[in-house]
Protein backbone atom coordinates (compact mmCIF):
# COMPACT_ATOMS: atom_id res chain seq x y z
CA UNK A 1 0.00 0.00 0.00
CA UNK A 2 2.81 2.67 1.28
CA UNK A 3 5.13 3.48 -2.05
CA UNK A 4 8.32 5.39 -1.33
CA UNK A 5 10.07 6.26 -3.80
CA UNK A 6 13.52 8.03 -3.49
CA UNK A 7 15.14 10.22 -6.05
CA UNK A 8 17.92 12.68 -6.31
CA UNK A 9 20.70 10.69 -6.17
CA UNK A 10 24.09 10.62 -8.05
CA UNK A 11 27.90 11.21 -8.45
CA UNK A 12 29.36 14.15 -7.17
CA UNK A 13 32.80 15.41 -6.08
CA UNK A 14 33.57 16.13 -2.67
CA UNK A 15 32.44 19.46 -1.20
CA UNK A 16 29.48 19.48 -3.63
CA UNK A 17 25.79 19.38 -2.56
CA UNK A 18 22.62 17.20 -3.53
CA UNK A 19 18.77 17.52 -2.93
CA UNK A 20 17.43 13.54 -2.07
CA UNK A 21 13.02 13.77 -2.69
CA UNK A 22 11.47 11.19 -1.20
CA UNK A 23 7.55 11.10 -2.78
CA UNK A 24 5.26 9.27 -0.90
CA UNK A 25 1.67 7.53 -1.42
CA UNK A 26 -0.74 5.63 0.03
CA UNK A 27 -0.61 6.86 3.70
CA UNK A 28 -1.85 10.17 5.40
CA UNK A 29 1.66 11.72 4.88
CA UNK A 30 0.81 14.32 7.66
CA UNK A 31 0.41 11.96 10.40
CA UNK A 32 4.02 10.39 10.07
CA UNK A 33 7.35 11.62 10.97
CA UNK A 34 9.75 11.05 8.09
CA UNK A 35 13.12 10.62 8.05
CA UNK A 36 16.35 9.29 6.11
CA UNK A 37 18.54 6.38 6.75
CA UNK A 38 21.60 5.14 4.57
CA UNK A 39 23.65 2.32 4.13
CA UNK A 40 27.18 2.22 3.22
CA UNK A 41 29.27 -0.81 1.35
CA UNK A 42 29.77 -3.42 4.05
CA UNK A 43 28.32 -1.45 6.72
CA UNK A 44 25.02 -1.56 8.92
CA UNK A 45 22.38 0.93 8.13
CA UNK A 46 22.52 4.47 10.26
CA UNK A 47 20.28 7.05 10.69
CA UNK A 48 20.56 9.92 9.00
CA UNK A 49 18.02 12.60 9.96
CA UNK A 50 14.54 13.07 11.24
CA UNK A 51 11.29 15.42 10.50
CA UNK A 52 8.51 15.22 12.83
CA UNK A 53 4.72 15.61 11.50
CA UNK A 54 4.33 19.24 11.22
CA UNK A 55 8.51 19.67 10.43
CA UNK A 56 8.53 21.22 13.93
CA UNK A 57 11.30 18.66 14.70
CA UNK A 58 14.36 18.17 12.92
CA UNK A 59 16.96 15.59 14.02
CA UNK A 60 20.12 14.34 12.73
CA UNK A 61 23.15 12.36 13.70
CA UNK A 62 26.61 13.91 14.61
CA UNK A 63 28.03 13.49 11.79
CA UNK A 64 25.46 15.31 9.36
CA UNK A 65 24.77 18.28 11.94
CA UNK A 66 25.72 21.51 10.10
CA UNK A 67 25.79 19.70 6.79
CA UNK A 68 22.29 17.93 5.93
CA UNK A 69 18.85 19.52 5.98
CA UNK A 70 15.64 17.39 6.37
CA UNK A 71 12.49 19.14 5.54
CA UNK A 72 8.80 18.42 4.67
CA UNK A 73 5.84 19.01 2.31
CA UNK A 74 2.67 18.04 3.42
CA UNK A 75 1.31 19.44 0.77
CA UNK A 76 3.08 17.21 -2.09
CA UNK A 77 3.85 14.39 0.53
CA UNK A 78 7.19 14.63 0.07
CA UNK A 79 10.20 14.50 2.35
CA UNK A 80 13.83 16.41 0.97
CA UNK A 81 17.11 16.23 2.36
CA UNK A 82 19.51 18.59 1.11
CA UNK A 83 23.23 17.77 1.41
CA UNK A 84 26.06 19.65 1.19
CA UNK A 85 29.86 19.88 1.86
CA UNK A 86 29.57 16.26 0.74
CA UNK A 87 32.18 14.08 1.61
CA UNK A 88 33.32 10.45 0.67
CA UNK A 89 32.28 8.62 3.49
CA UNK A 90 29.03 10.02 2.97
CA UNK A 91 28.50 7.24 -0.12
CA UNK A 92 25.85 5.53 0.38
CA UNK A 93 22.43 4.22 -0.03
CA UNK A 94 20.01 6.66 0.90
CA UNK A 95 16.59 5.60 2.28
CA UNK A 96 13.25 7.09 2.95
CA UNK A 97 11.58 5.83 6.12
CA UNK A 98 8.38 6.10 7.68
CA UNK A 99 7.89 5.95 11.54
CA UNK A 100 4.05 7.00 13.42
CA UNK A 101 7.26 9.40 15.38
CA UNK A 102 10.47 10.87 15.07
CA UNK A 103 11.30 9.68 17.89
CA UNK A 104 10.59 5.86 17.22
CA UNK A 105 12.39 6.86 13.93
CA UNK A 106 15.39 7.88 15.40
CA UNK A 107 15.91 4.58 16.91
CA UNK A 108 15.44 2.57 13.65
CA UNK A 109 11.32 1.90 14.72
CA UNK A 110 10.37 2.44 11.00
CA UNK A 111 6.89 1.47 9.33
CA UNK A 112 8.05 1.74 5.30
CA UNK A 113 11.16 1.90 3.26
CA UNK A 114 11.54 3.05 -0.02
CA UNK A 115 14.13 1.36 -2.47
CA UNK A 116 16.82 3.75 -2.02
CA UNK A 117 18.70 5.82 -4.02
CA UNK A 118 22.55 6.01 -4.57
CA UNK A 119 25.14 8.74 -3.66
CA UNK A 120 28.27 8.62 -4.89
CA UNK A 121 31.11 11.09 -3.62
CA UNK A 122 34.63 11.32 -4.99
CA UNK A 123 37.47 12.62 -3.63
Known amino acids: QVQLVESGGGLVQAGGSLRLSCAAS????????MGWFRQAPGKEREFVAA????????YYADSMKGRFTISRDNAKNTVYLQMSSLKPEDTAVYYCVTSRFSSRLRVGDTDDWGQGTQVTVSS
Open 26 to 33: GLTFSSYA
Open 51 to 58: ISWTGAGT
